[in-house]
Nanobody, 122 residues
Framework: QVQLVESGGGLVQPGGSLRLSCAAS????????MGWYRQAPGKQRELVAH???????RYEDSLKGRFTISRDNVKKTVYLQIDSLNAEDTAVYYC????????????????WGQGTQVTVSS
């Protein structure tokens, strides 16, 4: 049974930081491209960062410099570090896995996590 379990979300003040984690089980993690998506209230889900099987990283243009994605194939975990959080970052953050070298090369990921809520508010 494949599981992607996100953690690390919560309530944070503007300007703060969070590190989200997504632990995978039931898959050969190293051969899956991984991505972090988010969905804010009333908005479509968007891809914010992704990492290839070769650990190349890409970010949504407006988020470059504040978001850092990384992966640990031994721990089967992908991380998303978010710095300088602002209210527009409030959303449910999902990780996803695709059996591909690059998650943007598939129509849709093969597996999704359940999501973790990030709320930025003073």
């Amino acid at each position: 049974q494949v599981q992607l379990v996100e953690s690390g979300g919560g309530l944070v003040q503007p300007g703060g930081s969070l590190r989200l984690s997504c632990a995978a089980s039931g898959i050969i993690f190293s051969i899956y491209a991984m991505g972090w998506y988010r969905q804010a209230p009333g908005k479509q889900r968007e891809l914010v960062a992704h990492i290839t099987t070769g650990s190349s990283t890409r970010y949504e243009d407006s988020l470059k410099g504040r978001f850092t994605i990384s992966r640990d194939n031994v721990k089967k975990t992908v991380y998303l570090q978010i710095d300088s959080l602002n209210a527009e970052d409030t959303a449910v953050y999902y990780c996803a896995a695709a059996l591909s070298s690059d998650i943007t090369r598939v129509v849709r990921p093969d597996y999704w996590g359940q999501g973790t809520q990030v709320t930025v508010s003073s």
